[in-house]
Nanobody, 125 residues
Framework: VQLQASGGGLVQAGNSLRLSCAVS????????ILWFRQAPGKEREGVSC????????WYLESVKGRFTISRDNAKNTVYLQMDSLKPEDTAVYYC???????????????????WGQGTLVTVSS
């Protein structure tokens, strides 16, 4: 199982970025994918999840209406479209999956086993 996150960068507030999480060793209808982020000095938090079973989604309250998660099964890739970015979105973003269980009901980082390497998103004011 491998996950590779990409797409981070430096943008001004109000602009957009699209993160990608390319996975291998499994297909997206077998495991959920959750995007986490960790800002300096803060705990890692779940941002958005897309379910393996029915592509249902979940969002952190503070990103609802601004972020959109989606997946391309043919490319085995999950995307996180981030619009109207704010300085408080600045963090390293990680994609992750679990070895057991399905769906987006579990969002604690401790329950996720396999992680991508992280991609840095910096939003300037």
């Amino acid at each position: 199982v491998q996950l590779q996150a990409s797409g981070g960068g430096l943008v001004q507030a109000g602009n957009s970025l699209r993160l990608s999480c390319a996975v291998s060793g499994f297909t997206l209808d077998q495991k959920p994918i959750l995007w986490f982020r960790q800002a300096p000095g803060k705990e890692r938090e779940g941002v958005s999840c897309i379910s393996d079973r029915d592509s249902s989604t979940w969002y952190l309250e503070s990103v609802k209406g601004r972020f959109t998660i989606s997946r391309d099964n043919a490319k085995n890739t999950v995307y996180l479209q981030m619009d109207s970015l704010k300085p408080e979105d600045t963090a390293v973003y990680y994609c992750a999956t679990r070895r057991l269980g399905s769906g987006c009901y579990t969002r604690s980082p401790r329950m996720y086993d396999d992680w991508g390497q992280g991609t840095l998103v910096t939003v300037s004011s």
